[in-house]
């Protein structure tokens, strides 16, 4: 099956592999012919394969001190601890942030020694330290800040903390090029570091640090006569940030996911099983959950709410405060979507008369900064092309970008910030934050313009859909979702497997919730395949599925399981489509 150009404008590759190995793959490892061809399209090995398929902790946790600096942060901590001093813990609003406070508050609550925790307000303080907050907490006693998922961008704050006297410990993942005046930068992205962890979220460089924490308490004799705290009691946080960071699920990414997800299912912490009361889900959790269920909610105060409520729902120790803060985020996350849908139908409009660019820059005054990075994400998915996305209020835009496979986006945010057509900027490949002054929005523009011309933009090998496996109707089952499974966790770095049903006729194909196209696929053999196409309604390959009632078209999705009225059902998410053979 080949596809030059699908109802979408895309490119589809089929991804090869040695066919003939993952069939001995398979027998080996008693899985389906579709799981073997996925394992080795991803360059799985028969002898990796089973650690592979049950990617454990214990195995795949690299050694702490293989981080720059973290033995002088784990040495300025112990003396802290040692000392009886007051320490602080200034964190980001986002899901990665509040985590990684989380964390830190519960081991150094098992100790005997809660620190004060500080989260900015997103709209009056903006991202990470800032001089008059580290000087704030200095007045209140404390000698030592520890910044998580923030810092590696402060200087000038920083700066200032280390004049007034106040120690500083970095705990961070942001891409950073320069020394910082700290006692200790703990960062996998930072100048000097050769960890080889720089897929790591700020939550599971946090854990890290707390292990090789722990190791040296127990060096000392803290724990002598006493129990140790025991750190996979927060394994759930690690996995819950890990998704939510849209951090590549491989290495020991994948162990903190499957671990945190089988933490979390249990339901033990009081913030998180609030949290599902009120969104109205129950256990078994997947990627899913942390990414669309949990993260919006706990994000949704740093956007639009009280900044501090995400870290507040996660280290809540009874049962009513939990559900306060729970109830009180997911008030916000209804007031955000209501927000964001308002900015999305401006942006998509303005998006639309963009449609021979390489990339999209749209921006708005008044866009709550809060969404914008939503509204990109959206916009990446809907026109398939990377989107920044701007929100002016008081002088000042702040933006937010997403990327596809193939364009860096992080790179080119941080070589604007360094030319000055920023104020400033930074991120990942996928995601990336920026903020500019008005007079600077053309100029940005055309410094993006240039780098998608240079070649820094998207190829079309890189924008085509990568199909891993072919499918009938047919064979649509079950079992075959749950095997597929053991590949997981998936998401970015690991994605879901997209498979093509080639050839399948639209038996019916209509219109049903905010814009989807519901439809059903009939294989040769007459076998069915209910399928669903999530808000295309007004797209090209809204229109042309809905046009090809009667016909053949070649359908590619992922394959998911749910339970409809007491029954389990499989059904295709589609991602594209094409049409099929006359």
Not at 8 to 34: F, M, P, Q, Y
Not at 141 to 157: E, F, N, Y
Not at 354 to 373: K, M, S
Request: include cysteine; glycine fraction near 12%.
């Amino acid at each position: 099956m080949q596809v030059a150009q699908s109802f979408s404008g895309r490119k589809w590759n089929l991804v090869t592999c040695d066919e003939e190995a993952a069939r001995a793959l398979a027998r080996e490892h008693e899985i389906s012919a579709v799981l073997a061809r996925l394992l080795m399209a991803r360059g799985v090995t028969n002898e990796a394969a089973a650690s592979y398929l049950n990617p454990v902790l214990k195995k795949l946790l690299p050694e702490p001190l293989t981080l720059k600096d973290m033995d002088k942060a784990v040495a300025r901590v112990v003396a802290a601890l040692a000392n009886g001093e007051h320490i602080a813990v200034f964190g980001d609003y986002d899901v990665d942030g509040s985590c990684s406070a989380a964390l830190l508050h519960g081991f150094l609550s098992a100790l005997g020694a809660p620190p004060r925790l500080y989260t900015p307000d997103r709209m009056t303080e903006g991202y990470g330290p800032n001089v008059a907050a580290l000087l704030k907490l200095k007045e209140e006693g404390a000698s030592l800040v520890i910044t998580v998922d923030c810092g590696a961008g402060a200087s000038l704050a920083l700066e200032a903390a280390h004049a007034a006297g106040l120690d500083v410990v970095v705990l961070d993942h942001h891409a950073k090029e320069h020394a910082l005046p700290v006692v200790a930068q703990v960062n996998p992205n930072a100048a000097g570091d050769a960890s080889g962890l720089s897929h790591v979220c700020a939550a599971g460089i946090v854990f890290l640090f707390l292990v090789a924490l722990n190791r040296a308490l127990r060096e000392a004799g803290r724990f002598a006569g006493g129990a140790e705290p025991d750190l996979m009691q927060a394994i759930d946080l690690v996995g819950l940030a890990t998704v939510c960071d849209v951090v590549p699920l491989t290495g020991v990414n994948r162990a903190f996911v499957r671990g945190g997800l089988a933490k979390l299912s249990k339901l033990e912490r009081p913030g998180l099983a609030a949290l599902a009361r009120v969104a109205g889900v129950t256990p078994p959790f997947t990627p899913y959950h942390l990414g669309f269920v949990f993260g919006p909610r706990i994000n949704a105060g740093g956007r639009v709410g009280r900044c501090g409520l995400g870290v507040d729902l996660l280290t809540a120790t009874d049962a009513a405060t939990a559900e306060e803060f729970a109830l009180a985020l997911d008030l916000h996350n209804r007031e955000r979507q209501a927000i964001e849908k308002l900015i999305l139908d401006e942006a998509t409009a303005l998006a639309e008369q963009q449609d021979n660019a390489p990339f999209l820059f749209v921006a708005g005054e008044g866009w709550h900064p809060g969404v914008v990075g939503i509204v990109a994400g959206r916009l990446k998915d809907r026109f398939n092309k990377p989107a920044f996305v701007a929100g002016f209020e008081g002088g000042l835009g702040r933006g937010s970008a997403r990327s596809v496979p193939g364009a860096d986006i992080g790179s080119m945010v941080r070589a604007a910030r360094e030319a000055g057509v920023v104020e400033s900027g930074g991120g990942h490949a996928m995601a990336a934050g920026f903020t500019l002054r008005p007079d600077q929005t053309e100029p940005f523009r055309r410094f993006l313009a240039e780098a998608f011309a240079a070649g820094t933009g998207v190829s079309e090998e890189a924008a085509a859909l990568q199909v891993e496996a072919m499918i009938a109707p047919s064979g649509a089952t079950t079992s075959l979702v749950r095997d597929i499974a053991r590949a997981g966790p998936f998401g970015a770095g690991n994605p879901e497997p997209i498979l093509a049903v080639p050839d399948a006729k639209v038996a019916f194909a209509d219109l049903v919730g905010q814009g989807h196209v519901r439809m059903r696929l009939i294989g040769g053999d007459g076998a069915r395949l209910d399928a669903i196409a999530f808000r295309v309604a007004d797209t090209a390959l809204g229109r042309s599925l809905l046009g090809a009632r009667g016909q053949r078209i070649h359908a590619a999705g992922r394959l998911r399981a749910d339970a409809w009225n007491g029954n389990e059902r499989v059904q295709l998410h589609l991602e594209d489509a094409a049409p099929g053979s006359a």
